[in-house]
């Protein structure tokens, strides 16, 4: 028998593991969006003659906007304005490790494909590619770091603001 406290009955370990399950699930979809933006700023780049580290500058920048944005408040259901040392800061830390291990595994796949000579075409695909598994790489660190750290289980629990000023 579950014993209920001011109202409040404490969820069992089946539903703490289903919400954590709809909680990865929301967060590897927020993380398409933010990787198709990312594609769509990265190719751009790259097809216009920029160098790997700055277009995969620019597309992380895109996506870890629109993923900070939506993450918050559709995988961690957070409202208001961020607080910026408990949220915000821990996140751009999370993120921007991820984002250097991809943009330097973006450079560093580009700077060995130049040596191949290959058709310039082929270039930017296969420079693509190697952005685009990077990132599939640190999901699951980057997930389990947001989840503890920043705005999950293991983050400070202190509400933040509403208002709109």
């Given at each position: 028998m579950t014993t209920v406290t001011n109202g409040v009955r404490p969820r069992t370990?089946?539903?703490?593991?289903?919400?954590?399950?709809?909680?990865?699930?929301?967060?590897?979809?927020?993380?398409v969006a933010a990787t198709v933006l990312s594609q769509v700023v990265l190719?751009?780049?790259?097809?216009?003659?920029?160098?790997?580290?700055?277009?995969?500058?620019l597309a992380w920048a895109a996506g870890a906007v629109l993923n900070f944005v939506v993450t918050r408040r559709w995988v961690w259901g957070?409202?208001?304005?961020?607080?910026?040392r408990r949220e915000l800061l821990p996140?751009?830390?999370?993120?921007?490790?991820?984002?250097?291990?991809?943009?330097?595994?973006?450079?560093?796949?580009?700077?060995?494909?130049?040596?191949l000579a290959l058709p310039h075409f082929w270039w930017v695909v296969l420079v693509d590619a190697t952005y685009v598994a990077s990132y599939a790489l640190v999901f699951v660190?980057?997930?389990?770091?947001?989840?503890?750290?920043?705005?999950?289980?293991?983050?400070?629990?202190?509400?933040?603001?509403?208002?709109r000023s």
């Open positions: 370990t089946d539903e703490t593991r289903r919400r954590g399950w709809a909680r990865l699930v929301r967060a590897a979809a927020t993380s190719l751009a780049a790259l097809a216009t003659g920029g160098v790997p580290a700055l277009a995969s500058s957070r409202t208001g304005r961020p607080r910026v996140y751009l830390v999370v993120i921007g490790l991820g984002g250097l291990s991809s943009i330097g595994l973006t450079t560093l796949s580009g700077s060995l494909l130049t040596r660190v980057k997930f389990t770091l947001l989840d503890r750290l920043v705005f999950g289980r293991g983050a400070a629990h202190t509400p933040a603001t509403t208002s």
